[in-house]
């Protein structure tokens, strides 16, 4: 089953964006990381999401736990007085997920990656999940643009994005 042609990438990405944070909070709390793409590809499959959807996820995905080091030291930098592991893991999930789209998929402006970032904050957390999440993304951006907007890859792997925009 595809999804609707109405709905267009940005849908698409939103839909991404869920599957890739189920599937980390998921793997998080099962303690089952190593196993995350098949995690990824059980959730998928309850949503009958398109191929497209589950490309973008599991990218995402893929990226936050290979650069999860780097990620979290940039989380923690700048999540003044929060010690990682205390974080709600919605939250924590959230931010890893974000700070990897910002840093590593040029496509997507980042201030698409912030409003969804808080989104899916509003919509799965707690009521001042939006807020703690916008902050600290935020905050993780400008350090990121000052030190250099060219140290962005291009993107996943092989450079292309299915979902495009």
Same mark, same amino acid.
């Given at each position: 089953?595809? $999804?609707?042609?109405? $709905? =267009?990438?940005? /849908?698409n990405? %939103?839909?991404?964006?869920? !599957?890739?944070?189920?599937? !980390?909070?998921?793997?998080?709390? =099962?303690k089952n990381?190593?196993?995350?793409?098949s995690?990824?590809?059980? &959730?998928?499959?309850?949503?009958? #999401?398109s !191929?497209d959807?589950?490309k973008y996820?599991?990218? #995402?995905?893929?990226e936050?736990?290979?650069?999860s080091g /780097?990620i979290?030291e940039q989380?923690t $930098?700048?999540a003044?007085n929060?010690e990682?592991r205390r974080?709600a893991a919605?939250?924590?999930? &959230? !931010?890893r997920?974000?700070?990897?789209?910002?840093?590593?998929?040029t496509?997507?402006?980042? /201030?698409?990656?912030?409003?969804?970032?808080?989104? #899916?904050?509003?919509e799965?957390?707690t009521?001042d999940?939006g807020?703690?999440?916008?902050? &600290? &993304?935020?905050?993780? %951006?400008?350090?990121m643009?000052?030190q250099?907007?060219?140290?962005?890859?291009?993107g996943p792997?092989n =450079?292309?994005?299915? #979902?495009?925009a």
């Amino acid at each position: 089953m595809t $999804e609707n042609k109405s $709905e =267009g990438p940005f /849908k698409n990405r %939103h839909k991404a964006r869920e !599957l890739a944070l189920q599937t !980390l909070y998921a793997c998080e709390v =099962g303690k089952n990381e190593d196993e995350w793409q098949s995690m990824l590809d059980r &959730i998928a499959d309850t949503g009958s #999401l398109s !191929l497209d959807v589950k490309k973008y996820a599991s990218d #995402l995905v893929q990226e936050v736990y290979s650069s999860s080091g /780097k990620i979290d030291e940039q989380i923690t $930098e700048k999540a003044a007085n929060w010690e990682l592991r205390r974080m709600a893991a919605i939250d924590r999930n &959230i !931010l890893r997920l974000a700070v990897a789209e910002m840093s590593c998929f040029t496509q997507v402006p980042v /201030k698409v990656v912030i409003d969804e970032a808080v989104e #899916l904050a509003k919509e799965f957390g707690t009521e001042d999940s939006g807020k703690f999440v916008n902050g &600290i &993304i935020d905050s993780i %951006h400008k350090k990121m643009k000052k030190q250099s907007d060219t140290s962005r890859k291009d993107g996943p792997q092989n =450079g292309t994005d299915p #979902l495009q925009a």
